[in-house]
C-alpha cells in the first residue's frame, strides 16, 4: 500500500559539489553524536546539574585522588580524546589531540599519570599511560583483542583491566554479531607482570580496587548474555553479577546486588557497592550493602559510567541524553583529510546527480515498521515515499536514470527484534519471506518484482537499468540471483552464503559479502569478494581478519567504501547500546588493495554510501 508523502521540515544545508574531498555518508547505530552528556549529582541523586556549559558528546568520567579535577572522553574536537575540568564545570584543558581514539582514562594515585585505553599503536584498543607534565605518552599493553577499563591501585602498584587478549570473539548464538570474551587482567605501571587474575572462560569487565588494593570489583556474565547487556533496554530476566576477586588469588565471592544488568561497579565506604542498573523500569545509580542486604537508589534515567568523589558524596557520570531532531546531515571525523564523513540515516545511498539521498527510516506513526526515505541536503527536505502498515521495508538503490527506487519489503525479524531472531539452520533465514520491490521517486507506481516463499532483498541496478541482482534465502538453497525486468527471468550467480550485492558502476563486477567459513563458527568471517555478471571469475577481496559487509561503490567503480569489524571491541559492549560496536568505515580499492580506515570509535559505524562524481 502507497501512504501519501509526509514532508518533514529541517533547516537547510549547505552541500557542496565539488570533485574534492571524496564525500561519503554513513549511519550509526545505537549512540548517537550529542545524546552522552555528563552530570554531577550528590550521591542520593540531589542537586544534579550539568557538569559543562557546553555540553558535546562527552562520556566515561573518572574523579581525580585528590578530588579537585575530573577527566572524561569527548568527541568534541573530531576524535574521542581525553580532557580535565573543575568539577564546578570551569578550568576546561584537553590532555590529547590524537587522531586515534583515547578513552577510559584512570588516574595514578599521585595524578600525576593516567592510564587510557587508545588504538595510536597499531589501531587495536590497547593501554597507554600519559604523563601529565609533559604529555609524554607511551604504550603499556599490545596485541590483539582489546584491552578496556582500566584502573589504577590505590598503591600505585598495579593497573587492573578487562582483555579479550587471545580470544576470537565467537558468534552470537544463531546470529552474525560477535559476543564479547574478556577477562580480568593485571600489569605493573612500567608494563611488567602482566597477568591473567580471573579464567573464568566469560566476560568480566570494569575492575575498580578496593581502599586497601588487595580487592577488585567486577561485573561478570556469560559470553552469550553480552547481547543482552548491549541493548539500550535489556529485557527482563537479563542480568549480570557483582563479584569481588582477590587480587593476589583470583578467588571470586558474589557480591549481593539484586536482579539486572548491573555495570559500572565501584566500591564505597565500608562494605557499599555503587553501580549502574541498565535494564528495568527504573534504571539509574544503585547502591548495595552486602551486610544489610540494603538497596538505596541514586541519580535516575539511562546512564553508563559512574565514578564517585575520594569522600564517596558525589557522583559524576554521563546519561544517554534522547529528545530533538536530528539533522539529515551530519558531518563528522574522518582520520583522512581527503576523505569527508557525514551521518544519515541507515542504508544511504545516493541518486545519481547526487542532489539526494534514499535511507531506511522509522515511520514517526509506527517506531515498529520501516519506511524508504529521501533527503534532499540542499533543502533540508526529508520525505518519506514508501511505507507499509505491516511489512519492513530494506533500502536497496537508485535507477541509474534517477526515477525510480529499488528495495526490499517483509518482516525482516532479524533486523528488528531486538535479537530475538536465532538462525540455527540455513532454512531459518527465509523469515517468512521478502520480496523486491520498485517505486517511483514521487512514491508512485509501486510494484513487487519477486514472488514466493524466499528471502529476497538488497536489490542492486545494473548500469543499464535492465537487470538487477538480489540476494535470495530459500528452503532449498541460499546465493545471489539476476532478474531481467522485461522478462522477469531469473538467473542464479551464486549458491553460497552470500549478501549485499552491488553492481560496479562500470557493469563489470558484482560486489557481494559471503560467509567465508559456510557457517557461524567461531573462526568465521564475512568477507568481500568480487564476481563477473556470467558467474566467472570469482575473487575474494578481504581475508578473514573481521566481518566485512555493508559496501559501496564509488561512482568510477575504482573504489569500494565497506564497514568492519576488524578492529575489535574497543570497550565494554554494555556501555555502547549498539549490535555490533566494533564497526568501523574504511576504503579500499576494487582489487583489495590500499586499504584504509577512515572512522576509529567504540561506535557501530556502518552501511558507507559513496556520493556520486566524487571518486
Not at 518533514?8 to 555518508?25: D, E, G, N, Y
Not at 585505553?117 to 609524554?136: H, P
Amino acid at each position: 500500500m502507497r501512504f501519501a508523502l509526509l514532508i518533514l521540515a529541517v533547516p537547510a544545508l549547505l552541500w557542496s559539489q565539488t570533485s574534492s574531498p571524496r564525500r561519503l555518508a554513513y549511519a550509526r547505530a545505537g549512540v548517537q553524536p550529542g545524546q552522552p552528556q555528563l552530570f554531577v549529582a550528590n550521591a542520593d541523586g540531589s542537586g544534579e546539574h550539568p557538569l559543562l556549559a557546553v555540553p558535546d558528546t562527552d562520556y566515561n568520567p573518572v574523579w581525580s585522588p585528590d578530588g579537585q579535577s575530573i577527566v572524561f572522553t569527548s568527541d568534541r574536537y573530531g576524535s574521542a580524546d581525553l580532557f580535565r575540568v573543575h568539577p564546578d564545570g570551569s578550568g576546561l584543558v584537553r590532555l590529547t589531540s590524537e587522531a586515534s581514539y583515547d578513552d577510559q582514562a584512570s588516574l595514578s594515585p599521585d595524578g600525576s599519570q593516567l592510564v587510557f585505553v587508545s588504538t595510536r599503536g597499531k589501531g587495536t584498543a590497547n593501554l597507554w599511560i600519559l604523563d601529565l607534565t609533559t604529555k609524554a605518552g607511551r604504550e603499556l599493553t599490545s596485541g590483539e583483542g582489546g584491552d578496556y577499563r582500566p584502573a589504577w591501585s590505590p598503591d600505585g602498584k598495579w593497573i587492573a583491566f578487562s582483555s579479550g587478549h587471545g580470544v576470537t570473539p565467537p558468534f552470537s548464538k544463531g546470529r552474525w554479531e560477535r559476543l564479547q570474551m574478556a577477562e580480568i587482567y593485571l600489569v605493573h605501571p612500567d608494563g611488567s607482570g602482566l597477568k591473567k587474575l580471573t579464567t573464568l572462560g566469560k566476560f568480566c569487565g570494569s575492575p575498580k580496587w578496593t581502599a586497601d588494593s588487595r580487592g577488585i570489583v567486577a561485573y561478570c556474565m556469560d559470553g552469550q548474555d553480552t547481547m543482552l547487556a548491549r541493548q539500550a533496554a535489556p529485557p527482563a530476566g537479563s542480568g549480570t553479577k557483582l563479584e569481588r576477586i582477590d587480587a593476589a588469588t583470583g578467588v571470586a565471592a558474589d557480591i549481593p546486588a539484586g536482579p539486572g544488568v548491573k555495570i559500572s561497579p565501584a566500591p564505597l565506604a565500608g562494605d557499599e557497592v555503587g553501580y549502574v542498573r541498565k535494564d528495568g523500569a527504573e534504571p539509574g545509580i544503585y547502591y548495595s550493602r552486602a551486610s544489610s542486604k540494603e538497596v538505596r537508589r541514586g541519580p535516575a534515567g539511562a546512564i553508563r559510567t559512574a565514578a564517585w568523589s575520594p569522600d564517596g558524596k558525589q557522583v559524576v557520570f554521563w546519561r544517554r541524553v534522547t529528545g530533538g531532531t536530528a539533522p539529515p546531515v551530519r558531518k563528522m571525523f574522518s582520520r583522512n583529510p581527503n576523505y569527508e564523513l557525514t551521518l544519515t540515516g541507515q542504508l544511504p545511498v545516493f541518486s545519481p546527480s547526487g542532489k539526494q539521498f534514499a535511507t531506511q527510516s522509522r515511520p514517526v506513526a509506527n517506531p515498529k515498521l520501516s519506511a524508504l526515505t529521501v533527503t534532499t541536503p540542499e533543502t533540508g527536505n526529508v520525505q518519506v515515499v514508501y511505507q507499509d502498515k505491516t511489512r519492513n521495508v530494506m533500502n536497496g538503490g537508485w535507477s541509474p536514470a534517477g526515477d525510480r527506487l529499488i528495495f526490499s519489503i517483509g518482516a525482516f525479524d532479524a533486523f528488528f527484534d531486538g535479537f530475538r531472531s536465532e538462525f540455527l539452520k540455513p532454512a531459518d533465514r527465509v523469515e517468512g519471506g521478502a520480496q523486491i520491490a520498485i517505486v517511483k521517486a514521487d512514491g508512485t507506481g509501486f510494484q513487487e518484482l519477486t514472488t514466493g516463499p524466499d528471502n529476497n532483498a538488497f536489490p542492486s541496478f545494473s548500469p543499464d537499468g535492465n537487470r538487477f541482482v538480489y540476494r535470495s534465502f530459500s528452503a532449498k538453497g541460499n546465493g545471489l540471483r539476476i532478474m531481467n525486468l522485461e522478462t522477469k527471468a531469473i538467473t542464479t550467480l551464486t549458491s553460497g552464503y552470500d549478501n549485499f550485492p552491488l553492481w560496479s558502476p562500470r557493469g563489470d563486477l558484482i560486489l557481494f559479502a559471503r560467509l567465508s567459513d559456510g557457517d557461524y563458527r567461531p573462526g568465521g568471517s564475512y568477507d568481500l569478494y568480487t564476481i563477473r555478471p556470467d558467474g566467472t571469475s570469482l575473487k575474494r577481496l578481504t581475508n578473514g581478519h573481521g566481518n566485512d559487509a555493508h559496501m559501496s561503490w564509488s561512482s568510477d567503480g575504482q573504489y569500494i567504501a565497506f564497514a568492519s569489524s576488524r578492529m575489535g571491541f574497543k570497550d565494554e559492549v554494555a556501555y555502547t547500546d549498539a549490535p555490533q560496536p566494533y564497526g568501523e568505515i574504511f576504503v579500499m580499492r576494487n582489487d583489495g588493495t590500499g586499504v584504509e580506515q577512515l572512522t576509529d570509535n567504540q561506535w557501530e559505524e556502518g552501511t558507507p554510501g559513496w556520493e556520486p562524481g566524487v571518486r
